[in-house]
Nanobody, 121 residues
């Protein structure tokens, strides 16, 4: 089993930045993709960004140019730098891990508990 623990959520104003972090522990051997999904109230969980061990990255369309994903494979961590935040970015952000390709929630093998990000206008 793999455990994912997120940190870094909170309340910010529109235009500000926030950084999320996630650390994986347990049987992490073979987990070759880590990243983030988010779920807003009344909406489906959607991909934010995923990065494989080889650096291949997939970023959701609404986040391109504003969000940057980075990984430290040696430490089994993944971070999400979110800039120019908008009220529509308000959601619970979930750390996700598994085996690529990952573009949908049903392709994720492991989930974190989620961290709330709220962007006020």
């Amino acid at each position: 089993q793999v455990q994912l623990v997120e940190s870094g959520g909170g309340l910010v104003q529109a235009g500000e930045s926030l950084r999320l972090s996630c650390e994986a522990s347990g049987s992490t051997f073979g987990v070759t993709a880590m990243g983030w999904f988010r779920q807003a109230p009344g909406k489906q969980r959607e991909l934010v960004a995923i990065q494989s061990n080889n650096g291949q990255t997939t970023v959701g369309d609404s986040e391109k140019g504003r969000f940057t994903i980075s990984r430290d494979n040696a430490k089994n961590t993944v971070s999400l730098q979110m800039n120019a935040l908008k009220p529509e970015d308000t959601a619970v952000y979930y750390c996700a891990a598994g085996f690529p390709p990952i573009s949908r929630q049903d392709q994720v093998d492991y989930w974190g508990q989620g961290t709330q990000v709220t962007v006020s206008s």
